[in-house]
């Protein structure tokens, strides 16, 4: 922290606030608040003589309330820069005359209590995720007890209690009579693998924190019986096996299960547990002096202020998700963001120091080669075609289109920012935006050959390029049997399927047509998938306004890893193809026969060039 | 609460009611055939 905020390189703003981000790789302006500090940073030296005269205490935070600080403070004593700060809304000196009692006694005048937050613009080239997680509240747990029974507490709290500088100089207490506890039992889980209450994830680092906390109390007080209850034991790390066995050979007595309820005895205010024998059945009753509860973590409450500043995506278990799980584990869907940390799930120190290293050095790639490189499949707008009605950048989930709709004047794609789902192709009622390597004509132009002939026996399928076309290669390669005729169309995103590409397959006689994207918790960009099923849900509409079946056009989500499914939905679907009559495709042909005129010529012949051109680009 | 809407599959035409959010989009599935070609009815209008 201390060379962080030393190094030449690095400007850190603490105790700040990022408010806006605007902008794209290598052009983001960031706004960030500084908070109004109220005291001199470049001044003051942490000597704490206006410590002595506060006369307000409150919690201090960083001991998890185990002890107070006063309303003129240092977050915690490594704090870099190495200054203090003022709680206004706790501080008397925001009326002079009722205090003012730093203000009296710094000799370095560091004190302003008219301080004001500021407003920076930041321009950067990328961006950083970093911003961590939050530690399960375990109160809801009733069956524990915490908050009811005072020798009850959290892991974070026997952290500070069993440290050094913390409140009791690491000497472990119990917190009801202040003396050296004989037993205490760690439960592990708590509030993870749970579906009930907390989140259904492991939390990956309570299990080693406990293991080491064993090792830390034997170390010091080999005296002290300890037992886990736990589910299992993840040791899964460089060592951590080695550690857990440290921690048997020294004592710790590890015992399967989970304690279904924890009873005080307001007498001795020892804890019983009482926990199920998973090896002789029955239940089994353990008395200790202390309980530690191995709390889990989750993704901060503010996660979702943070996705939308800078357009991310996250995993169901609300941490933020990376652009590829295997090839991209620290880069965002946005170009130019990258995540280090809990921010991306929960980890230890060292996965969180090793992903810091990598996203720094993926963010010094990009900004070291002064240009990004993008792919060839992003958007273009053709401008004689474009109306400026704004409505592609409300699709874009990328913000990659600006357009004055005031001014009229035509929509802007900033390729740089464009990730190629073509949403907004798909979206402009006006045709005015096309795709780099999937434009309209190459679309139609496979819809056209797949239903040249016996249009009647086949089934055309739209799939994404990222899950259910790979879906459909997991299909393949484990040998899941699927029906042969089904036609396959890849596009990059099923946000990219245009309504006229579906009427026009069954305007050429398709029975069925399917559109398979990836699952909305896997949408590979943000959103663009809420996009599809709203289309969807008007062309069933639409379809049924036709007479024409609205089954017809066939919608799944699948994920590359449901090889299975890819099979399964095939087939499902080539049974409802089988039902469809040559009456219906025949009326369906006609119904729809408007699709296939040509366009106006003048907006026919536009789009035609730029297609070129952009094709042209492209290669 | 949410409120429930009824829905249709596509797939295998059964009818079942779900939550539903005027305005947002959610992936939804058939409960009874597991297909995504969920389909919410319209009451229509008397
Ligand atoms: S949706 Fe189409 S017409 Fe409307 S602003 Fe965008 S490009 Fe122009
Ligand atoms: S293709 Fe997708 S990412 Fe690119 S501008 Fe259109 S909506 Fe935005
Ligand atoms: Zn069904």
């Known amino acids: 922290m201390a060379d962080v905020g030393r190094h030449p390189n690095i400007e850190l703003l603490a105790y700040s606030e990022v408010e806006n981000v605007a902008g794209y790789v290598g052009n983001f302006t960031v706004t960030v608040r500084k908070k109004a500090r109220y005291v001199d940073v ?19 935070e960083f001991e998890e309330g185990l002890a107070t600080r006063k309303a003129i403070y240092q977050p915690f004593p490594q704090a870099v820069p190495s200054a203090f700060v003022l709680n206004i809304d706790e501080c008397l000196g925001n009326n002079p005359i009722a205090c003012g009692k730093c203000l009296e006694v710094c000799d370095k005048d560091c004190i302003d209590y008219d301080d004001k937050d500021e407003h920076v613009d930041i321009d950067v080239g990328t961006v950083i995720v970093t911003t961590g997680m939050e530690v399960y509240d375990p109160t809801e747990l009733d069956e524990f007890g915490y908050t009811r029974y005072e020798n009850v507490i959290t892991s974070m709290e026997f952290e500070r209690l069993i440290n050094s500088g913390g409140p009791t100089e690491g000497h472990l207490i119990r917190l009801t009579d202040h003396k050296q506890p004989k037993t205490v039992a760690f439960i592990q889980c708590v509030g993870s693998r749970s579906e009930n209450k907390g989140n259904p994830y492991c939390s990956n680092i309570c299990c080693m924190n406990t293991v080491k906390d064993c090792l830390l109390i034997k170390d010091h007080y080999p005296e002290i019986d300890i037992k886990v209850f736990y589910i299992d034991i993840r040791a899964f790390g460089k060592g951590f096996e080695d550690l857990f066995q440290r921690s048997k050979e020294k004592g710790a007595i590890y015992i399967r299960g989970i304690p279904g ?24 009753c353990h008395e200790v002096d202390m309980v530690v509860l191995s709390v889990g973590v989750h993704a901060r409450a503010d996660s979702d202020a943070i996705q939308k500043l800078l357009t991310l995506q996250r995993s169901q278990d609300g941490f933020f998700l990376e652009a590829h799980p295997k090839l991209k584990p ?16 929960p980890k230890d120190i060292k996965d969180s120091v090793t992903q810091a290293g990598a996203a720094a050095a993926r963010a010094n790639r990009l900004m070291m080669q002064g240009k990004v490189s993008v792919e060839a499949i992003t958007s273009t707008i053709i401008p004689d075609l474009c109306k400026a009605c704004g409505i592609c950048v409300k699709v874009c989930p990328y913000n990659a289109i600006s357009c004055d ?4 004047t035509p929509a802007v794609v900033v390729e740089a920012a464009c990730s190629g789902c073509g949403a907004c192709s798909a979206e402009c009622p006006f045709g005015a935006i096309t795709m780099k390597h999937f434009t309209d004509r190459q679309i139609e132009a496979q819809i056209d050959a797949m239903l040249e002939y016996n249009s009647q026996d086949k089934v055309l399928a739209f799939a994404c390029n990222w899950c259910s076309y790979s879906g459909g290669d997991l299909a393949g390669t484990n040998r899941f049997q699927y029906p042969p005729n089904t036609r396959l169309i890849r596009t990059m995103c099923s946000g990219r399927v245009d309504k006229k590409f579906v009427l026009r397959a069954f305007a050429r006689g398709a029975p ?20 599809t099923q709203r289309r969807v849900e008007k062309l069933w509409d639409e379809l049924e306004k ?45 119904a729809l026969a408007g699709v296939l005129e040509p366009p106006k010529p003048k907006a026919a012949a536009k789009k035609a060039t730029e297609e070129e051109a952009a094709a042209q680009a492209a290669a | 609460m949410a409120e429930e809407a009824k829905f249709k599959c596509l797939r295998c035409m059964s009818e079942f009611c779900l939550p539903y959010t005027p305005g947002v989009t959610e992936e939804r599935t058939c409960p009874n055939c597991m297909s995504n070609s969920v ?7 008397e």
Not at chain 1, 333 to 343: H, K, R
Not at chain 1, 405 to 408: C, E, I, L, N, R
Not at chain 1, 523 to 529: F, G, K, L, P, S
Not at chain 1, 565 to 576: H, I, N, Q
Request: with cysteine.
């Open chain 1, 42 to 60: 470049k001044e003051c030296t942490a000597c704490g003589d206006c410590i002595d005269v506060c006369p307000v205490t409150a919690p201090d």
């Open chain 1, 261 to 284: 309820e924890i009873e005080e005895d307001p007498e001795t205010r020892n804890l019983k547990l009482y926990v199920e024998n998973t090896t002789a059945g029955g239940t089994d």
């Open chain 1, 330 to 345: 620290v880069d965002a869907a946005t170009q130019g963001v990258f995540f280090a940390g809990c921010a991306e799930s």
């Open chain 1, 405 to 408: 709709t005031k001014a009229k």
């Open chain 1, 512 to 531: 069925i047509v399917l559109l398979s994207g990836c699952h909305f918790a896997d949408c590979h960009y943000i959103n663009a998938v809420h996009w």
């Open chain 1, 546 to 590: 036709k007479g024409i079946r609205p089954e017809r056009l066939q919608l799944e989500w699948i994920s590359a890893a449901e090889g299975q499914k890819f099979a399964t939905v095939m087939r499902a679907v080539e049974d409802l193809r089988q039902k469809v009559t040559p009456e219906e495709i025949e009326h369906t042909k006609k």
């Open chain 2, 39 to 45: 389909r919410r009815l319209k009451e229509k209008k």
